[in-house]
């Protein structure tokens, strides 16, 4: 047998128990090879030693204060990005409905994917939206509950979706996959330049983890009812995306408060598929986590196929919502004090229009796009 | 030739298990999990404590504004871009010695009996970080990497590497480190 390599022989200095069975009974028995380890370990001594520092111990809490800290003073100085601006802006009001309770709810719809190792075999289809149905909210319904909850361990493949603001329809129609829309007319008011946003396509996973979410219940001070067994250490893997927004009515200027007057959204269907807990299971667990109000969860159970039906919320007061037919499908009609939107599956791809319109000319436009 | 000084393991590190249990948010239980290792690989570069710190302050920072804390790439990201990092700082850094010095005579410092050896060590470590410096990027991160104390695995991760080859490697650049530093100071 040839001898061992210096790559080798250096590696038994540092990690002996990695050597393979045919080397070390090579190692054993080779006069050669002991010699040239010896010189091998006495550089990497040398080198240690050359190397040496004095010891300290790192103060790993107090510098994720400092961290913490920076992060925090980055994100006040950071200015809003186009779409927090446009948030923030158009629906104030709306704003609570970020809270966590809904979240989850949307979470669990939106999550979308690729097979994860190990668990591929198993998976079953439990949500792929083909319609979509209203689902009223009431934004002070949200107001007292701030709790963060965590269900379980996220993981990403290979990393969360990003939002990427593009100028360029060639670069945003390349960068999504998905193809650039285009009214056949704008109506008055509606003018260039158009913003495009892409949200690259993104595949998750979400296993869940009783003793997870009691910990961190009990950390934020709420009762959170107990995991059933059946959802326990269930994976859901999410795909989601790629979408594409356009965006016209933005200035260039970052300082300038703004409201788009006009947004065409689409974005592949997320699909979620589990490896244990079902559609239902999930929905009655979920829903009756805290800061869920009653009529929500009525709402939501009174959806005849969750797993094929994609709930939107409409803010009660602030808008009303109606099926309309859009492009041959079922779509829903939402009208609001600032405008109109609709939205429709088709093929796919959820498609959405939206802006300081007319309930007429959003659909005219939601008819036209090519 | 430079006299050696006994090297000295640098990092206690809280048990994996306790931090899991106690943090909710992912970012602080990476960062918790990897900061020692992060601040040792800056630290064992930089051989200046203040300077290690501010290093690892900033590819945590980086790493928050760019990636998700559940990355199963997250540890290997933040050992390449501490090493990486630590080892731009001295390529480019002309006001180290001062700082160095100045840590050397810190009061927090325990008190050391010869504090001409202090100085004369604190020499012998600028003097081979400069040698290090003049290595290949690649060369001086795998080097310091392994005297960190991260496993072949790890290095493996960090560098984009095959484990079999850490060895070969780790040899060629603590020869080429003796070498340097012989070059600087002749006998």
Redesign the interface.
């Known amino acids: 047998m040839r001898h061992l390599s210096d790559g080798t022989l250096r590696r038994i200095y540092d990690e002996p128990l990695a050597l393979a069975a045919a080397d070390q009974a090579h190692f054993d028995g080779c006069g050669d090879c002991k010699v040239r380890f010896e010189a091998i370990a006495n550089d990497a001594r040398a080198t240690t030693a050359l190397l040496g520092v004095p010891a300290f111990e790192p103060q790993a809490a107090s510098a994720l204060a400092t961290a913490r800290a920076r992060i925090t003073r980055d994100e006040a100085a950071r200015p809003p990005r186009w779409y927090e601006r446009w948030l923030n802006q158009a629906s104030p009001r709306w704003r609570p409905m970020a809270t966590p309770a809904v979240a989850v709810l949307l979470a669990a719809a939106l999550l979308t994917g690729v097979a994860v190792t190990g668990v591929a075999q198993s998976l079953v289809r439990i949500f792929e939206p083909h319609s979509v149905t209203a689902v009223q909210v009431s934004p002070s319904d949200f107001t007292g509950t701030s709790a963060v909850l965590d269900y379980g361990a996220v993981k990403w493949l290979p990393d969360a979706p990003k939002l990427q603001q593009l100028t360029d329809a060639s670069a945003a129609q390349a960068q999504s996959g998905l193809p650039v829309l285009t009214p056949a007319s704008l109506p008055r008011g509606v003018s260039g330049p158009v913003s495009y946003g892409v949200v690259s396509h993104a595949t998750g996973s979400l296993t869940f983890d009783a003793a997870r979410l009691q910990a961190s219940a009990a950390r934020a001070g709420v009762h959170v009812s107990p995991m059933p067994s059946s959802i326990n250490g269930s994976t859901l893997v999410v795909n989601a995306g790629p979408a594409l927004i356009e965006v016209w009515g933005l200035s260039a200027d970052a300082g300038q408060a703004q409201v788009p007057t006009l947004v065409i959204a689409q974005t592949r269907i997320p699909t979620v598929d589990s490896s244990g807990a079902t559609t239902t299971q999930l929905e009655d667990y979920l829903l009756s986590q805290p800061g869920v109000p009653p009529e929500i969860e009525a709402q939501i159970k009174a959806i005849k196929d969750p797993s094929t039906t994609l709930p939107i919320p409409i803010p009660k007061g602030l808008a009303t919502s109606q099926p309309v037919q859009v492009n041959g499908v079922q779509g829903l009609m939402i009208k609001a004090v600032l405008g109109a939107g609709v939205v429709w599956v088709k093929d796919g791809v959820i498609y959405a229009v939206g802006g300081q319109l007319t309930p007429d000319q959003v659909l005219a436009i939601a008819t036209t796009l090519h | 030739m430079?006299h050696?000084?006994?090297?000295?393991?640098?990092?206690?590190r809280?048990p994996l298990g306790a931090i899991n249990?106690r943090v909710?948010d992912?970012f602080?239980r990476l960062?918790?999990q990897e900061?020692?290792k992060v601040?040792?690989i800056a630290?064992?570069v930089l051989?200046d404590?203040p300077a290690a710190?501010d290093v690892?302050?900033e590819v945590?920072?980086k790493f928050?504004r760019s990636?998700?804390p559940?990355?199963?790439?997250a540890s290997g990201w933040l050992h390449s871009a501490a090493v990486h990092s630590a080892l731009n700082v001295i390529r480019g850094e002309r006001r180290r010695a001062q700082r160095e010095t100045a840590h050397a005579l810190d009061p927090a410092?325990p008190l050391i009996a010869n504090p001409e050896r202090l100085v004369e060590e604190a020499e012998q470590?600028r003097e081979?970080r400069r040698a290090l410096s003049r290595l290949p990027q690649r060369t001086a991160a795998l080097?310091?990497l392994?005297?960190s104390g991260l496993?072949?695995a790890e290095v493996a991760t960090a560098l984009g590497i095959k484990v079999?080859?850490?060895?070969?490697?780790?040899?060629r650049a603590?020869?080429a480190?003796?070498k340097e530093?012989n070059r600087a100071t002749p006998e």
């Open positions: 430079l050696a000084q006994a090297w000295q393991p640098i990092v206690t809280t249990q909710v992912p602080d960062f918790l900061y020692p601040v040792a630290y064992r051989a404590r710190e690892a302050q945590f920072l928050h990636f998700s559940d990355s199963e790439r410092q470590r081979v080097l310091m392994r005297h496993s072949y079999g080859n850490v060895g070969t490697l780790l040899r603590e020869e480190l003796r530093v």
